[in-house]
Nanobody
Framework: QLQASGGGLVQPGGSLRLSCAAS????????IGWFRQAPGKEREGVAC????????YYAGSVKGRFTISRDNAKNTGNLQMNSLKPEDTAVYYC?????????????????????WGKGTLVTVSS
């Protein structure tokens, strides 16, 4: 199971930290991805990190503002979001998939065979 937390209401320019806690399995061999879906839009990959070499992917719209990390000892993944913008408003999901079972690091379809947590709502508004 995956449990995402940390969403909420924040003003433009503010920060939030999302966490994704895994239970019932260890994340050691799993890529961790953060995806988001805004109303009327498709789900998109925001930031993802592999388990094998720690390589990361960031969507262009969040590069330089968001940082993904993982703590295998705590069995968690995190997404630090800074300089938030209204267009970052969305439901954010964390997902995992075994690195050996995915082709792309951060495409939602590649995580279809893995685990998805319930979303957490991030609202950026003044």
């Amino acid at each position: 199971q995956l449990q995402a937390s940390g969403g909420g209401l924040v003003q433009p320019g503010g920060s939030l930290r999302l966490s994704c806690a895994a239970s019932g399995f260890t994340l050691d061999y799993y890529a961790i991805g953060w995806f988001r879906q805004a109303p009327g839009k498709e789900r998109e990959g925001v930031a993802c990190i592999s388990s094998s070499d720690g390589s990361t992917y960031y969507a262009g719209s969040v590069k330089g503002r968001f940082t993904i990390s993982r703590d295998n000892a705590k069995n968690t993944g995190n997404l630090q979001m800074n300089s938030l913008k209204p267009e970052d408003t969305a439901v954010y999901y964390c997902a995992t998939v075994r690195d050996t079972l995915r082709k792309r690091l951060c495409h939602p379809d590649d995580y279809g065979g893995g685990q998805w947590g319930k979303g957490t709502l991030v609202t950026v508004s003044s």
